[in-house]
């Protein structure tokens, strides 16, 4: 499904509307972009090149389609012992991040448990479809299924820009690290073009360029709200935060998940225990680079606080809040200096 609006919401300067679109056919989740242009039609102009560059991404990192002249992450799940897939760069240069992530983070965040996690996923879909029916993975095919889940098999040739799966049950799963990282180089290379004011959020992975416009004409901070995580709340918004030149990437239990006895299961599945993690209601990293948040946000939603709070602490210009799942909120020890009042 593909659905754009276009609504002017503030009138910056004669020159300068303030836009917001909205697309539905990327990912699988919601996008928007907010930015300023001359005209509704500029502005068009410019939300469908957005839209363009960020569906190269999702056809390059999907791995449920096939696209006619393209050799995707699926193509390379397809040939999982069979053969060395060539692909574009920007397939080598996210898989190249994700085995970096994977082993900052002792395997927290894994792109290499898609034979795991394509089980929950049959099993949440079925769920979804038939409520009265749902039921949870065995865990005797988990078990077998995670032992095919060694990245060191992500065989990555640099000179031939191809990728190998030497394990032929292996299958990647990049829906951790994808969005975010598309979200990033979408922001650069418009950047790049001389846009200088524009918010993107690829499904909770959000990135600022630049700052806002008020109504006089000043520049102001782009202000993003982290979603209460508890939807019955009239408190849509736990709270918001400065997002100027940075990104804020949130992972959730409340987007995707099915009901089996009256409990919920959600999608981040802890590679320990091959079950849903159930530390938190919600994660988000603020730092300047979504392509660096994303997946790491899946990492520490599987590491209780204090693990996830050490791993957040040492990295520069990153912060974090986690929403327990009794609701109480942590914070990392520079997040409150972006809090907006
Ligand atoms: P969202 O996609 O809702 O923003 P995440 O960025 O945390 O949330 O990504 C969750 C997706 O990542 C899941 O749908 C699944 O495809 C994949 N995934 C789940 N658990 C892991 C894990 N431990 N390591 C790598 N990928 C995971
Ligand atoms: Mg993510």
């Known amino acids: 499904m593909c659905l754009m609006m276009i609504l002017s919401v503030s009138c910056a300067q004669k020159t300068a509307h303030r836009y917001q679109a909205e697309f539905l056919s990327l990912f699988d989740t919601v996008t928007t972009v907010i930015g300023y242009a001359g005209s509704n039609a500029e502005f068009t102009t410019l939300a469908e090149a957005v839209k363009s560059k960020l569906q190269e991404y999702n056809r390059l990192y999907d791995i449920y389609n096939n696209y006619d002249g393209i050799n ?43 034979s795991v996690l394509a089980i929950w996923h049959t099993y949440r879909e079925a769920g979804i479809d038939d409520p009265e029916h749902a039921s949870l993975p065995p865990m005797d095919r988990l078990i077998e299924a995670s032992k095919h889940t060694d990245i060191d098999n992500v065989i990555i040739d ?14 990647l799963d990049v829906g951790a690290v994808a969005k975010g990282y598309a979200a990033e180089q979408t922001a650069l290379y418009f950047e790049g073009k001389g846009v200088r004011r524009l918010l993107l959020s690829v499904g909770g992975n ?4 630049g700052h806002k416009l008020e109504q006089n004409n000043h520049e102001v901070p782009w202000v993003v709200g982290i979603q209460n ?24 239990v409340y987007e995707r998940y099915y ?4 409990k919920q299961y959600h999608h981040i599945i802890n590679p320990q225990t091959l079950m849903p993690a159930d530390y938190y209601k919600s994660v988000s990293i603020l730092c300047p680079d979504s392509g660096f948040a994303d997946g790491f946000t899946t990492a520490i939603f599987n590491m209780p606080l204090e693990k996830g709070r050490a791993f957040i602490e040492a990295l520069k210009d990153t912060e974090a809040l986690w929403v327990l799942s009794d609701g109480t909120i942590a914070k990392s020890s520079g997040f409150d200096a972006y809090v907006v009042k």
Do not use: H
């Open 259 to 262: 009901t089996v006895g009256g």
């Open 158 to 171: 640099l000179e031939r820009s191809a990728v190998f799966l030497s394990d032929p049950k292996m299958r």
């Open 206 to 209: 959000v990135r600022a360029v």
């Open 72 to 114: 995707n992450i699926k193509t390379i799940n397809d040939n999982a012992g069979i053969r060395a897939v060539k692909v574009d760069p920007r397939i080598i240069e996210l898989l190249l991040l994700s085995k970096k992530k994977c082993e900052l983070t002792d395997g927290a965040v894994n792109i290499a448990m898609g």
């Open 229 to 252: 995580p508890d939807k019955l709340s009239r408190q849509t918004e736990l709270l918001s935060v400065n997002c100027s030149g940075r990104a804020l990437v949130t992972s959730g």
